[in-house]
């Protein structure tokens, strides 16, 4: 028998097991078929380590050498796909100690001192995530960015403002897409808030209680870049609410996405017509010959499924654990894993398809000319002649039923029609009833009036600029 206490699975952990392990236990235990995604975040981690406890007299200088090399060795493997991976040695961990081992000898068996797989498992998804937090910050700033370009181009394009699905004031477009903007940049602060709880270091905990060996964890924290240590062992092995948290921004986040990608869908319905996407983000029907479908926009309406399904997922799997590490946990990171990858596909596509958005401003604009969407203009209006607002309101109430029953549009009555509802009324008021009239008096800030919009443009610009 091997002296090689990795070269079997059974014997990874001691002489004490008598039978080996059946192969549906092997194959429902192992987590190196997905695990072993976190390969550089464990060789990163294991490196650190060991450099620390060569700093500490722990293992000898040459001994990190060894590993160094090994490490250096296993790393060309995995890239070049050359590294043997093995279902019997369960997870990504054991494959890279058992196969360090086999290049370098002991200094490979020494590796594993004052550390369990317990802190080294919770520091390489903490490690992992916040790489991939970085990149999904970029992607979200990428978003923004298209969105606040097409925005640029339609800050006059007049759009119906909905409230209830029914039409409720003229906005721009560009009004329209800022409010993305704003979902997508609070995404981001979400994800940057996530990343410094994220960002600590559990190693140094060894399997739950802390170790005898004379460690410096916050040396190991600097090496790694973690902005601090976990500061009670049982937390550090057991804590997976930076996970929770992730997957909970990641959920509001695709939420957001869903939601204008439901509208980029409802736009380009034939009923509303206000806009058009590039052949390439559509496909057709094996029947009907007419049909252009935006599939790339519902399936990011329908992967926002996916994720909030991952974050029951881990809710569920938190949800009752005592302290401290169990085994549960391994199923942390598929769930982790498939929110990060759809979230960044996601992103991707959707800033690439809304840089391609081509915009009907015509139909836009009749669709805001069709709902009385100036009817609020006009009260105010009457206000500001010196009408309570109420009075306005009910004034105005008429007016519109009068012109629904004409079929004419509030701007499209006479002025001495107008007058009989109210004789404050006077020829200035066409200027108010204009989609553009309408825009310009929201001059607030955060109102729809382009010079509002541009400035807000302006700050968005700023703000992204470097991000
Ligand atoms: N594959 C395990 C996980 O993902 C690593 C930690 C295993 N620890 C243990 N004591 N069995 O959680």
Known sequence: MSHDPLANKQQAWSALFSEPMSELVQRYTASVGFDQRLWRADIEGSLAHAEMLAAQGVVSADDLADIRRGMAA????????????????????????????ALVGDAGKRLHTGRSRNDQVATDVRLWLRGEIDRLAALLAEMQRS?????????????????HMQVAQPVSFAHHLLAYVEMFSRDAERLADVRRRTNRLPLGAAALAGTSYPLDRERVARTLGFDGVCQNSLDAVSDRDFALEFSAAA??????????????????????????????YCTGSSIMPQKR????????????????????????????????????????????FDTVDTLADTLRI???????????????????????????????????????FRSAHEVVAHAVKNAIARGLDLAQLPLAELQQFDARIGEDVFAVLTLRGSLAARQGLGG????????????????????
């Open 74 to 101: 296993i790393t060309s493997e995995i890239e070049s796909g050359q590294f043997p991976w093995k279902l019997e040695l369960e997870d990504v961990h054991l494959n890279i100690e058992a196969r360090l081992t």
């Open 147 to 163: 969105l606040v370009a097409l925005a640029a181009v339609h800050t006059e394009t007049v759009m119906p403002g909905y409230t």
């Open 448 to 467: 729809t009036a382009p010079v509002q919009v541009r400035a807000q443009i302006e700050r968005h610009r700023a703000r992204l600029r470097g991000v």
């Open 350 to 388: 959707m800033a690439e398809m809304v840089g391609g958005i081509e915009v009907k401003t015509d139909a836009m604009e009749r669709a805001a000319l069709k709902g009385y969407a100036t009817a609020t203009d006009l009260a105010d209006y009457l206000v500001k002649k010196g009408l309570p």
């Open 293 to 336: 479908n935006p599939d790339v926009a519902e399936l990011a309406r329908g992967k926002s499924g996916r994720v909030v399904g991952h974050l029951m997922a881990l809710l569920t799997l938190m949800k009752g654990q005592p302290l401290t590490y169990n085994k549960d946990n391994q199923e942390d990171k598929e769930p982790l």
């Open 251 to 280: 959920s509001i986040c695709m939420v957001h996405v869903s939601r204008l990608a439901e509208e980029i869908v409802l736009w380009m319905s034939q009923n509303f017509g206000f806009i058009d996407l590039a052949d390439r």
